[in-house]
């Protein structure tokens, strides 16, 4: 999975390897492949019926969660189309659409914006916050800047 090799990803999966094992780190082939923007593997791998498209890292990581981190738009929509559910909460309690905002990632949230507006939003819940919130804390303003264009109340 680290080299974006299809034909070896194929070959494996014919001899039966089964892309489910997850690596040392909790990780499965569709968790690297989405990572790595390898939406080759990643099509490959969607399309065999043991891969679930949702299914959790150690941490709770989907492959949505790690394609949205690090700004993969080819592997989110691909997930999407198969599937993904972008409001699963990982181990820390934040969804792929949250990661796609505290890492200030504002052209990813413009094009996931209807979803993200489905995400429930407790604010008198310990612990609760709005994206807007979770975008003034991250390193950047893009993020905060789009969603307060959106219309989002900054109070």
């Known amino acids: ?23 040392f780190e ?5 968790h690297l492949a989405a990572l790595r923007n390898d939406i080759h ?7 065999l019926q ?6 959790k890292s150690s941490d709770g990581w989907t ?13 989110t929509s691909l997930l999407l189309e198969h599937g993904a559910d972008l409001l699963l909460k990982h181990n820390h309690g934040m969804t792929a659409i949250d990661e796609v905002v505290r890492t200030d990632n504002h052209v990813l949230l413009q094009c996931l914006l209807e979803i993200a507006k489905k995400q429930p939003r407790d604010l008198k819940l310990k612990g609760g916050f709005s ?15 789009f969603l307060l264009k959106q219309g989002e109340f900054p109070n």
């Open 1 to 23: 999975m680290q080299e974006k090799k299809l034909e070896v990803v194929r070959s494996l999966c014919g001899f039966g390897a089964d892309p489910n094992v997850p690596n």
């Open 26 to 30: 909790g990780m499965r082939a569709l």
């Open 131 to 145: 994206h807007l919130h979770l975008a003034a804390g991250s390193d950047g303003s893009k993020c905060l800047e």
């Open 63 to 75: 492959a949505a969660h790690l394609s949205c981190f690090v700004g993969n738009l080819d592997s």
């Open 41 to 47: 593997s990643l099509d490959f791998l969607l399309s």
């Open 50 to 55: 043991e891969v679930k498209v949702d299914a």
